[in-house]
């Protein structure tokens, strides 16, 4: 049953742990799996079947842009007080990262703090923090599933896009500019003119409206529409990157 297990079934509990500390959370954000933030901390967690070499080159990139790493994997079967797993925990705090243990197989699965990270004595990368920081807070609701792969990403830009599509469907054709006072994004035009998923066509001069695909979109993603359906009359939602 264990060899069953997948990176994606660590995603829930993780999420579940942070919340329940007061974080923010959403997942696969700048191929970080898991982004929690809580004011103004920004924290990343890589989850992973096993703590490799490939596991710890991730995690100790994710330094140069959070506040604090986490590695997240499930809890070895014969526990935690072997020699080996007293040097793998010796090895985090040289690399001063923490450690998160899931138990899968727990109703629910319970998440153990085995390590807390040691301050980071590196140096950071404000830009890559910053842009980091800004695609997490762009997005209205976590739709995404950390360790999946070959699925779509619900990324800030198509969230954007989605909201543009939004209000075209609501208001009908609209110039850049209108939909840009709705968003507040500088963005705006820039989504509209390269089209990346074919949502809009060009009605005129500076006019767009919503194609049949951009409709099919609107119903795909039900829940954010919904979200933005109770929103202030006007539309308006802050931009967080200006």
Request: charged share 20%; glycine share 8%.
């Amino acid at each position: 049953m264990r060899s069953k297990l997948k990176e994606s079934d660590l995603s829930i509990p993780i999420v579940e742990y942070w919340h329940k500390l007061g974080y923010s959370v959403r997942t696969e954000v700048k191929n970080c799996d898991l982004v929690a933030m809580r004011g103004e901390e920004l924290v990343a967690v890589e989850l992973k079947l096993t703590l490799g070499l490939h596991a710890l080159v991730q995690a100790t990139r994710r330094q140069q842009v959070a506040d604090a790493v986490y590695v997240a994997v499930f809890r070895p079967q014969r526990g935690t007080k072997s020699g080996r797993w007293r040097g793998v925990l010796q090895l985090l705090r040289r690399l001063e990262l923490g450690l998160l243990l899931v138990d899968p197989f727990c109703s629910p699965p319970q998440v153990e703090l085995a390590l807390s990270p040691q301050p980071f004595t590196g140096r950071r990368n404000s830009k890559a923090r910053k842009a980091m920081g800004i695609e997490a807070s762009q997005r209205s609701l976590d739709l995404n599933t950390a360790g999946t792969s070959g699925q779509e990403i619900m990324t800030a830009y198509r969230e954007h896009a989605l909201r543009l599509a939004h209000l075209l469907s609501m208001h009908g054709p609209l110039t850049a500019a209108q939909l840009r006072q709705f968003t507040m994004n500088p963005k705006t035009w820039a989504t509209l003119y390269r089209n990346v998923y074919g949502w809009f066509k060009r009605m005129g001069r500076g006019i767009y409206a919503l194609t049949d695909i951009g409709h099919a979109a609107l119903a795909k993603y039900g829940e954010l529409v919904a979200l933005w359906s109770v929103t202030p009359e006007d539309g308006r939602v802050p931009y967080f990157g200006e």
